[in-house]
């Protein structure tokens, strides 16, 4: 039962580091506790899977050290995913801001990386849990609940904490510090916000209503769809500011990005007009009497001082709120922090204090924003791994 690699985790990353380090001869076993591999990709991007996009950049990742993601992004960019999808005979589409989707669904892309696994020569076992993991004279020791196994080189690729209904653990991050890696304190991310009374209500009478916004929080910035629920917000750019927001942080809205907020209201207000006619422009009926039970303001415009009308589109157009929580791993698709990246080589991924040990894809402290961003980090940290291991 000895292998030159075993792969912790049967997702997105393990996939495709197996597959790579197959097709370079290396014997290799993947193991994964949950009963189907890969059940992450299944259910991402509404069931059609985004699995990459065509504007990757470093920017477009949270770590505590920005360039860490340069190396394995640079050596597996967004086209050569492209090209295997399409080797497959996968049919896709683009979305707006680059993101890539299947046609016929997320199961595909599985379907994809099972068969490279499959003619690499992997072994794969699923519902197998590890209780054990220890360093040897021939690498590692596992004992699991489908027997004991050794490896020359162990990578670690069991994702993070979102989505626990899927089997989603801590195992990654515990492993690391049972060999001494430090691992930053994780928490949900592109997940939805959460508000307290009274705001809580106020949105939930809205629930259903799309907005496009642009969000700000601690000088990030995303323009997109705004959904409102029973809880308070979502929607693409709630899930893109969830990644930089805090508890006690405030977010900044604004209700009206790109639109001269202040100059057409003056411009109302000289041809005699009311706010009601103005907000009709952009806003349902619904949310215009939300908005203005809210903060009310003089209807016919004619009848408000040059001030209140500025300070009134200042409200519309940099409304500042404190949602109370985020909505939790539950509802996340990724979570933030992870293994410290400054305990791991950006080309090799392997463990700088423990020679043989790897760590890639989300258990990293690697997150990327919404738009098949996570997933070209899973293939490329994968990628680069397999090639070394
Ligand atoms: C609802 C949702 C939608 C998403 N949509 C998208 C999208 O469209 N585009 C995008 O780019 N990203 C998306 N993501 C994020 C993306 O799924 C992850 O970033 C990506 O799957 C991470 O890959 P990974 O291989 O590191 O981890 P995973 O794909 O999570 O794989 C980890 C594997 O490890 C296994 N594992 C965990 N713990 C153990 C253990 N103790 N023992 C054995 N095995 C274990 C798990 O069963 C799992 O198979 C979405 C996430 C969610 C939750």
Known sequence: MHYDVIILGAGAAGLMCAAQAGYRGRKVLVLDHAPKAAAKIRISGGGKCNFTNLNVKPENYI???????KSALARYPALQFIELVERHGIDYEQRAHGQLFTLDGAGKIIAMLRTEADWAGVELRLGCSITQVQANAQGFGLVTSQGTFSCHSLVVATGGLAYPKLKASDFGMQ???QFGLNVITSQPGLVPLVFKYPWKDWFAELAGLSLEVEICCQGQCFREAMLVTHQGISGPVVLQISNYWQPGLPISINLFPGVEVLAQLQQ????NQTLSKWFGQY???RFTQAWLQKYPFENLLANASDKALEDYAERLTNWT?????????DKAEVSLGGVDTDEVSSKTFEAYKQPGLYFIGEVLEVT???GGYNFQWAWASGHACGQVV
């Open 63 to 69: 770590c505590a050290n920005p360039h860490f993601v």
């Open 175 to 177: 492993l690391a510090q």
């Open 268 to 271: 109302f207000k000289a041809n």
């Open 283 to 285: 806003w349902t009926k």
């Open 321 to 329: 709120l404190y949602p109370e929580t985020s909505a939790g791993y």
């Open 368 to 370: 990327g924003h919404l």
